[in-house]
């Protein structure tokens, strides 16, 4: 298969309502699991939380799929989180990307995990299960999320303790940065747990926040509907259940339309 990695050479092939951008860094976590940066173009503009269609052109077809970008609103670059898929469509070749490779982006940012689309609250919930922590990544480098939110919680749940690398490796860099940094240290918290591995918790989400052994951990009440808001990203059974696990405790699901006590991400990278 031949895939268009030259950014002069994909310019001219590329689709109408299409940037071509340059890879800037790649970084492997692990077998299955990277991250890379890549060039913004001048007039892109989005809500931290939000997602846009990735892709290639393979075979002179471009591909694209759904990729929340992970990089908060006022950062220079654009930031993506990937899982590698060995017979993926369009993971089996991204994966094999380097600095200075083309990739293409659909000019159309949108997604539902914005602070727009949640009521004012004290707390808000980030659940992430793998892949999905990267709107949270961008999320908790904005300064709008600390000016709506007292507490910012990051959960991020995984097979494997390796998995783990990314949310953690971001927490740090968070409160060491010179803009968010101070606020990111005495109001951003990283709960995670793994289900596959030993660890100090272990078990899923959904689990952990109905035996309350999550609020345990944090140092927190239950949520509570009048203060506490949510977000969540993971894989489709994941969405499902948190849902229903928030909804018994009387939050309800918002859209940017009409804000609500919590909201979904229904485009999942897989
Ligand atoms: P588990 O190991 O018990 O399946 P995946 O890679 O399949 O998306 O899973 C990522 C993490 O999400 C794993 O820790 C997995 O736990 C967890 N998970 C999978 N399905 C659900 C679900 N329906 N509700 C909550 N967590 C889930």
């Not at 050479?9 to 970084?27: G, I, S």
């Not at 993926?88 to 689309?117: E, W």
């Not at 747990?193 to 009440?221: A, C």
């Amino acid at each position: 298969m031949n895939v268009m990695t030259q950014v002069d050479e994909l310019t001219a092939a590329a689709p109408a309502n299409t940037f071509v951008e340059t890879v800037t860094t790649v970084q492997h976590y692990t077998d299955s699991l990277f991250r890379f940066r890549m060039t913004r173009p001048a007039s892109f503009r989005f809500r931290s939380g939000e997602f846009v269609m990735i892709g290639l052109m393979i075979d002179g077809k471009p591909l694209y799929r759904a990729y929340s970008i992970a990089s908060p609103s006022w950062d220079e670059e654009l930031e993506f989180f990937s899982i590698k898929v060995p017979d993926g469509p369009l993971t089996q070749h991204l994966q094999k990307i380097k600095p200075g490779d083309a990739i293409l982006m659909k000019k159309k940012p949108t997604g539902t995990l914005v602070n727009d689309a949640l009521i004012p609250g004290k707390r808000v919930y980030m659940f992430s299960t793998g892949t999905g922590v990267a709107p949270f990544a961008s999320l908790i480098r904005d300064p709008e999320t600390y000016d709506k939110f007292e507490n910012v919680i990051l959960t991020q749940t995984c097979r494997t303790v390796a998995e783990l690398a990314y949310a953690k490796e971001l927490v740090e860099e968070t409160q060491n940065d010179p803009l968010i940094g101070e606020l990111a240290k005495e109001r951003l918290q990283l709960f995670t747990s793994v289900t596959r591995e030993d660890y100090p918790v272990q078990g899923r989400i959904t689990t952990l926040i109905e035996n309350g052994e999550l609020f345990k951990h944090l140092g927190l009440p239950p949520l509570d509907p009048a203060i506490d808001r949510g977000m969540i990203c993971g894989s489709m059974d994941m969405l499902k259940d948190t849902k229903a696990v928030l909804e018994k405790l009387g939050l309800n699901e918002g859209a940017n339309n009409k804000p609500a006590e919590f909201v979904v991400e229904r485009a999942f990278v897989g």
